[in-house]
């Protein structure tokens, strides 16, 4: 097995294996023959997952999964490996990154280059051909927000956020499999793009949150069981002062 790929498929085996032994999971010369790998690679692992707050080595007893106290590392971990994740968890991060985007649409505001501007114009062209094409934007709206938090020039910030779409990636394709959606969130990115460019800190803050209250009313709809889930955004009302 490939190093890259251990991680991830070890915590998903532990996820499965736990739930039918009240958290307690395989010992490591176990799990070092169910994955074909040395011990060592397996205790290097599990001091990764013990690091994230996935499991903890109990004395005398053995190793247990405490998902409960993960990282948010952890979580795109589980994401990744396909771990269902609770959907309350899922939807205060998607809040938390909603807090983090409209700060990185101020910043991004005074700190982006050209450079910057020149890769969210190539964005928004990949997104035009796509959408000309039927399909829907779910990589086109993942570039186009981090590349705003990358304009922040804060590699720290980029990498936080970066977290959230790792989560989201199962989701994002579901999400933009509306084209309507996803032509709705296009028109909302030209119009941040825009604030941008004319480096409005307050307007392109404004667009932000409005862009992403879209998300944030899906996860609600998918949390409280509702049918109905909401387009991307209230952009319009931004502009218009009106509600839609």
């Not at 294996?17 to 790998?37: C, I, M, Q, W």
């Not at 979580?75 to 909603?98: C, H, N, Q, S, W």
């Not at 190539?122 to 796509?130: A, C, G, H, N, T």
Request: glycine letters at 6%.
């Amino acid at each position: 097995m490939k190093e890259n790929n251990l991680l991830p498929d070890l915590a998903a085996h532990l996820f499965t294996y736990s739930k039918v032994d009240n958290g307690r999971t395989p010992s490591e010369r176990e799990l070092a023959e169910h994955f074909s790998v040395s011990r060592g690679q397996i205790r290097e692992a599990l001091a990764i997952l013990e690091a994230m707050r996935i499991v903890e080595r109990r004395a005398k007893s053995g190793i247990y999964l405490t998902t409960t106290e993960a990282s948010v590392e952890a979580m795109a971990l589980f994401a990744k490996a396909g771990v269902p994740l609770d959907p309350v968890l899922i939807y205060e991060t998607v809040e938390l990154r909603k807090i983090h985007e409209i700060k990185a649409a101020e910043l991004a505001c005074s700190r982006a280059t050209e450079e910057n501007f020149a890769r969210l114009r190539e964005i928004l062209q990949r997104s035009e051909e796509r959408l000309a094409a039927g399909q829907g934007l779910a990589r086109e709206d993942r570039d186009f927000h981090l590349e705003i938090v990358r304009a922040t020039q804060n590699s720290v910030f980029h990498k936080v956020c970066s977290v959230y779409y790792t989560m989201g990636e199962h989701r994002l394709p579901i999400y933009f499999g509306d084209l309507e959606r996803s032509r709705r969130s296009h028109e909302e990115h030209i119009r941040i793009y825009e604030a941008l460019e004319r480096r409005d800190g307050n307007l392109a803050q404004a667009l932000m949150n409005a862009h992403l209250q879209g998300a944030e009313s899906y996860w609600k709809g998918l949390i409280g069981g509702s049918p109905t889930i909401a387009g991307e955004g209230d952009a319009d009302a931004v502009l218009t002062g009106t509600d839609r």
